[in-house]
């Protein structure tokens, strides 16, 4: 979006410049003093040279519209886009919920679903205000400093159109208070509910964090991988000296550096032994 503000601001900047020509060169003729400054020149080339400035100023305007319009329906389209997908969840949780006995429903998913469908439409909505916000100033930008009113026309196609930002972010705040509503009605019963709703709803939560006994699992089966591979090694070893494959002399490998199987085989149940105890620390 800063890019786009630029590249119209760029645009207003130009079509100021071009309007300050044409009404520099009006005044000049029409000043009385340089009025025999102008007779001088040829009259078909001073009129071709009029003509050139006012098809260049209509030509940045109409580039300048052309660029606006194209911004804002990009940014419509994508906010459309995304409004529908955001109204589609929430249409799903609303079928899980009426069609599943309450028995059946996995309260945290249902939680997280609705708290991450609200998060979207309060995401869609600071969207579409910011983006609303940020065309508005330029058109008013635009009036100020050419003097022209576009900024009254965008407000007016804003509010009469059903697909605009504005009728867009208004209607949104239904949505969100449709999804305050279901959460206090599903976690919260009593006076206050729908505060508690609204202030649980926006809380920020923290990452998930694993708890010791889950660490501990995962820590304890991991470690018997260390002693599985040492298991496999043996096996390797076992298999080359049963079909009397010279396997050291294959791999490079030093036969004074070498460990033999028996070693391997301890090693391996040495620290088998050392995974066992650890279950009862």
């Known amino acids: 979006m800063k890019f786009i503000v630029l590249e119209l601001e760029g645009l207003i900047s130009q079509i100021c410049h071009v309007q300050n020509r044409i009404a520099l060169r009006n005044h000049l003729q029409n000043n009385q003093r340089a009025s025999v400054v102008w007779v001088d020149h040829d009259s078909e080339e001073d009129e071709?040279?009029?003509?050139?400035?006012e098809e260049e100023f209509q030509q940045k305007v109409a580039d300048f519209v052309n660029l606006f319009s194209e911004n804002d329906m990009k940014v419509s389209e994508f906010f459309n886009e995304n409004f529908h997908s955001a109204v589609k969840r929430l249409n799903g949780i609303r079928k899980y919920i009426a069609y599943y006995p309450k028995e059946e429903q996995d309260e945290n998913s249902l939680q997280e679903a609705i708290i991450e469908t609200y998060r979207m439409f309060l995401l869609l909505k600071n969207?579409?205000?910011?983006?609303?916000?940020?065309?508005?100033?330029?058109?008013?930008?635009?009036?100020?400093?050419?003097?022209?009113?576009?900024?009254?026309?965008?407000?007016?196609?804003?509010?009469?159109?059903?697909?605009?930002?504005?009728?867009?972010?208004?209607?949104?705040?239904?949505?969100?208070?449709?999804?305050?509503?279901?959460?206090?009605?599903?976690?919260?019963?009593?006076?206050?509910?729908?505060?508690?709703?609204?202030?649980?709803?926006?809380?920020?939560?923290?990452?998930?964090?694993?708890?010791?006994?889950?660490?501990?699992?995962?820590?304890?089966?991991?470690?018997?991988?260390v002693p599985l591979a040492g298991f496999s090694w043996a096996f390797v070893t076992l298999a080359f000296e049963t079909r009397r494959i010279n396997y050291m002399f294959i791999m490079n490998l030093n036969p004074k550096s070498v460990i033999r199987l028996h070693e391997i085989l301890t090693s391996g149940f040495f620290l088998v032994a050392i995974w066992l105890s650890s279950a009862y620390l």
Request: with cysteine; net charge positive; hydrophobic share 30%.
């Open 48 to 53: 071709l040279t009029c003509d050139q400035m």
């Open 127 to 225: 969207y579409a205000s910011i983006n609303f916000s940020a065309f508005h100033e330029i058109l008013k930008n635009y009036d100020r400093r050419t003097g022209r009113m576009i900024s009254p026309w965008f407000m007016i196609s804003q509010s009469h159109s059903s697909k605009s930002l504005l009728t867009q972010a208004k209607g949104i705040q239904n949505f969100i208070g449709d999804i305050e509503n279901l959460y206090a009605n599903r976690f919260y019963k009593g006076y206050g509910s729908l505060i508690k709703a609204r202030r649980d709803l926006l809380r920020r939560r923290q990452p998930h964090h694993m708890r010791n006994d889950q660490t501990y699992s995962i820590g304890f089966h991991s470690g018997f991988c």
